[in-house]
């Protein structure tokens, strides 16, 4: 039972560099998120998929973009790397409605 | 749009101690609502949530919260908590039928159970 795998678990960038994390499930869930986790501030929202073919931006999406081809795979790719997104990414998924989320490990992302 | 605030940023409690960790949320339709806890360097696990009906739900780990929606509440307990129950916890919401996944999340609160 892999649930929701991301990786890389570490990665330090350097300022306008770019990257993408990669994130998979294996639940067959429609719905699959990416949030960043910052000291005190909780989860915050940044796109979202009720399947594929189809993305939405959610609190804080800039920066960042996203692509869902397949049901499995969510990847979040960032362009041009900037130190404010310094942070730890988890990405998560669900069924459409009324479910709650799995989340994976998270990672921990560190631009310089 | 929905909010959440989780009143205590840390709690601090000695093993075998009670524990209450508050959580207060605002929204003009029904709610779902989920306590989330997360260990250190993991994702976060569901604790327990509440859908409909009885208001009060019980989770993994002996852990039970209470749906009050006069006071717009769902604060967490459990009777006597243990060294392992040492993380951090999150009090979440969603508007009520739509996808769980668009939940916000309230800020956290580090539960830390000391010997």
């Known amino acids: 039972n892999a649930g929701v795998t991301q990786t890389p678990k570490f990665q330090v960038l350097k300022t306008g560099q770019s990257m993408t994390l990669q994130c998979a499930q294996d639940?067959?869930?429609?719905?699959m998120s990416w949030y960043r986790q910052d000291p005190g501030m909780g989860l915050r929202l940044i796109h979202y998929?009720?399947?594929?073919?189809?993305?939405d931006q959610g609190e804080v999406p800039n920066g960042y973009n996203v692509s869902r081809s397949t049901t499995e795979d969510f990847p979040l790719r960032l362009l041009s790397a900037a130190p404010s997104q310094t942070s730890v990414y988890f990405c998560?998924?669900?069924?459409?409605?009324?479910?709650?989320?799995?989340f994976g490990n998270g990672t921990r992302l560190t631009v310089t | 749009a929905q909010s959440v605030t989780q009143l205590d940023s840390q709690v601090p409690v000695f093993e075998e101690a009670p524990v209450e960790l508050r959580c207060n949320y605002s929204?003009?339709?029904?709610?779902?609502l989920f306590w989330y806890v997360q260990y250190p360097n993991q994702g976060l696990q569901l604790l327990l949530k509440?859908?409909?009906?009885?208001?009060l739900v019980k989770g993994i780990n002996g852990f039970e919260a209470e749906f009050n929606k006069s006071q717009t509440s769902f604060h967490l307990r459990k009777p006597s908590v243990h060294i392992s129950d040492t993380a951090e916890y999150f009090c979440a919401v969603s508007v009520y039928n739509t996808n769980a996944g668009k939940s916000t999340f309230g800020d956290g609160t580090t539960l830390t159970v000391k010997p």
């Open positions: 998560a998924s669900g069924t459409v409605k009324n479910s709650p989320l799995h």
């Open positions: 929204s003009s339709v029904s709610v779902y």
């Open positions: 509440y859908l409909s009906g009885s208001t």
């Open positions: 998929s009720v399947g594929a073919g189809i993305t």
């Open positions: 639940m067959n869930h429609e719905y």
